[in-house]
């Protein structure tokens, strides 16, 4: 069995480079698949546009999340993850600089595992993606397939 793959939905480059970072440091990784806005997420996971040559069943062991995204935004990503069948269990933490409580409800409300505002100090940043990725990757147990 391979390593689980993290897919990161990420616009920002700073952010991104910065969990890429962290993910790598936090030694639990096999791979990262970086997407940069929500219509490219959804058509990763789906299996179509670019990815149409990808197995949609492979999916990743969990998927970070930032809400404020182009073209489709991460509630909405949200919602079409829950919505289908194959990815309705799929782990989805949300990742973002929001600290607003209407955002962090939605989350929830809209089927998040988790909600993770980014800490702004590197270290701090990096020790919470670590056990992001320690939690969701080593400890969290999930069914050998999601359906």
Not at 84 to 97: D, G, M, N, Q, Y
Request: proline share 4%; hydrophobic share 45%; glycine share 6%.
């Amino acid at each position: 069995m391979s390593d689980p793959v993290i897919l990161l939905v990420e616009d920002n480059a700073n952010d991104e480079a910065l969990t890429l970072r962290a993910l790598k440091k936090s030694g639990v990784v096999g791979s990262v698949v970086v997407t940069r806005d929500g219509a490219e997420a959804l058509d990763y996971l789906f299996g179509r546009g670019s990815y149409a040559a990808r197995n949609a069943w492979d999916l990743p062991g969990v998927v970070l999340l930032d809400l404020n995204l182009p073209k489709v935004g991460g509630f909405d990503v949200l919602r079409r993850i829950r919505e289908h069948e194959a990815t309705k269990l799929l782990p989805v933490v949300i990742l973002t600089s929001s600290r607003e409580e209407r955002d962090l409800v939605a989350g929830y409300t809209r089927g998040a595992n988790s909600y993770v505002v980014k800490p702004v100090d590197f270290a701090r940043f990096s020790e919470a993606v670590h056990q992001l990725a320690h939690y969701w990757l080593v400890h969290n147990q999930r069914p050998s397939k999601l359906v």
